[in-house]
């Protein structure tokens, strides 16, 4: 091309192999000092492979040309490189829901939605919910809020946690905290909810996944690993690991779970082995591995997350993964198998599949199904769950693709006219009735059942970039701009199509504008992947054949 200094892009191309284009005097900001010693996700940026050509019509498109200043960050429209008017108008909204503890600012609460009456804890700072605004802002180099929150809720951690008179293990993190201001005495306080206050009095198991994830962004963002080697920040990797790596009754790598425990906080029916769990776990052990130091207790820990990593892999690529093959295998199981050569090792009755899935799955593509546990598969598709197997390398890369091939051939009900479905199809009925207590806030394609959730745009272009697909994720975006700004930046739409604004969504939702702006800067310039995504390990083994013997 001329004038750009480019040479034409090859598919598959690495950031490595830009080198030669010196893609940071490009981009017009300093190359980030980020390479440590090798670890397991082979962390060094200049190795993370995407796919940054395919299906991208002008390599232009997706880098700006520099950074404006920090209250207008620069992003670049579909042909060209000025701003959409949404973005300047999202970084307005997104500071004011910044939050502050003793003059430093500490988080961004979930919703500004002054004109509902009825507050309940969208005036909190959700650990799970502040993970986009965190990236938003590691992206457009303001790291110190995203070290004052990894900080803060490190501290809360470590708090004596009970409900009723139950006390909670030691490294569970708060699903949020408020910030309570006294103006009288001039003082600040804060107070935690462990789950203790939330509906349904679960414990969040992710919060403590999104912390582990987050400090390792804020690690290969900035380059400074010296907070994450610091002995409170590798106490809290070991103390939330713990709880996970325990040895118990149970016979499989996953992680069991309640309902309600994740972004999913209500009853939908996702107690046991939830793929949106099982995936943060896979992520959070990988970025752990990264960052846990080689003294006596972390070389224990580094020991025992290798070999979960290795059969939760296994585990996950072979039992959750669904395609048009397995499918009919399935179809065809025979039941009541004994042994280790059994093929159909759950005992899943083929009369339990339910009749949406086969004309759900095209020929082409294949996704992570929602559950697995003895003679139960939930075949529901969940977003969150997919985009992170991804994003994590816990799909390989032929398992990555099939992904987003289902996407393609299946956006009118994933996508439609509002990213993303965060789950598909919607219980209806009886099913509803049974599943999730008759729950008037999870009606069939709204809420958690079935609605259509903004945040997700994030998850989704980075899953998009990752995989060479950057078109899908310009398309998705296309879709958002024309509705967000418009809809006052609401929690999530209803709909089977997401048409309709959530019937008790908050508007200026806070992670629906920081996923926009994520999306957004991801696009523009993809090299921010490296601090999200986790490259393939070459050391973890090929899937082996449902067929085989439990054993091998």
């Known amino acids: 091309m001329e004038g750009t200094g480019l040479r034409s892009v090859g598919s598959h191309c690495s950031i490595s192999e830009m080198d030669d284009y010196d893609l940071s005097k490009l981009l017009d900001k300093p190359r980030l000092n980020i390479e440590r010693q090798r670890s397991f996700d082979e962390r060094s940026l200049s190795e993370l492979s995407i796919g940054l050509s395919r299906g991208l019509d002008n390599y232009e498109s997706a880098y700006s040309p520099g950074r404006s200043a920090l209250d207008t960050p620069a992003s670049s429209a579909r042909n060209s490189f000025e701003p959409h008017p949404m973005v300047a108008e999202a970084w307005d909204a997104l500071r004011r829901s910044l939050v502050h503890f003793r003059g430093q600012p500490v988080g961004t609460i979930a919703a500004v939605d002054h004109a509902s009456e009825e507050v309940l804890n969208y005036d909190q700072v959700f650990v799970r919910d502040f993970v986009p605004s965190a990236l938003a802002f590691l992206m457009n180099g303001e790291p110190d809020i995203v070290k004052n929150f990894l900080l803060k809720t490190l501290q809360l951690q470590g708090w004596e946690k009970r409900v009723d008179r139950f006390k909670l293990g030691e490294g569970v993190m708060p699903a949020s905290f408020k910030v309570l201001h006294d103006p009288v005495r001039n003082t600040d306080t804060i107070m935690a909810d462990f789950g203790e206050s939330a509906i349904g009095r679960v414990a969040p198991v992710d919060s403590g996944f999104w912390w582990i994830i987050l400090l390792r962004a804020y690690t290969k963002s900035t380059g400074d690993v010296s907070l994450a080697e610091t002995p409170e920040c590798q106490r809290g990797m070991r103390l939330i690991l713990s709880l996970c790596l325990s040895e118990g009754f149970d016979t499989f790598p996953t992680l069991l779970c309640a309902d309600g425990c994740s972004m999913i906080d209500r009853r939908m029916g996702v107690y046991g082995y939830p793929i949106e769990i099982q995936a943060l776990f896979f992520m959070a052990l990988r970025s752990a591995l990264s960052m846990m130091k080689h003294d006596t207790e972390g070389s224990e820990f580094i020991e025992r997350i290798v070999k979960r990593l290795h059969a939760l892999s296994y585990h996950m690529r072979s039992y959750f993964w669904l395609d048009f093959q397995q499918l009919n295998d399935i179809y065809r199981y025979k039941t009541e198998e004994y042994s280790h050569t059994a093929v159909n090792k759950f005992n899943v009755i083929p009369d339990s599949i339910p009749e949406w899935v086969f004309e759900f799955m095209p020929t082409r593509g294949g996704y992570f199904i929602g559950n697995v546990s003895p003679a139960r598969m939930d075949f529901r598709w969940f977003a969150l769950g997919n985009c992170i197997a991804i994003l994590s390398s816990l799909a390989t890369p032929e398992q990555a693709s099939a992904i987003m091939d289902l996407i393609e051939a299946r956006w009118d009900e994933l996508v439609a006219e509002m ?41 989704l272009t980075a899953a998009c970039i990752k995989t060479g697909r950057p078109q899908i994720a310009r398309r998705a975006i296309d879709l958002a701009e024309s509705r967000l700004s418009k809809d006052v930046w609401p929690e999530y739409y209803d709909g089977k199509v997401g048409r309709y604004i959530g019937k008790q969504a908050r508007k200026y939702q806070t992670w629906s504008i920081a996923g926009y702006l994520v999306a957004k800067m991801l696009l523009e310039d993809p090299s921010h992947l490296g601090m999200i995504a986790l490259e393939e390990d070459k050391q973890m083994k090929p899937v082996i054949k449902r067929s085989a013997s439990w054993t091998c």
């Not at 919607?426 to 008759?438: K, Q």
């Not at 999870?442 to 997700?456: D, E, F, K, Q």
């Open 419 to 459: 990213p993303l479905k965060i789950s598909y199809p919607a219980l209806e009925n009886h099913e509803w009735r049974l599943i999730t207590g008759c729950d008037p806030k999870n009606t069939r394609w709204s809420y958690h059942n079935g609605g259509s959730w903004p945040v997700l745009l994030w998850l």
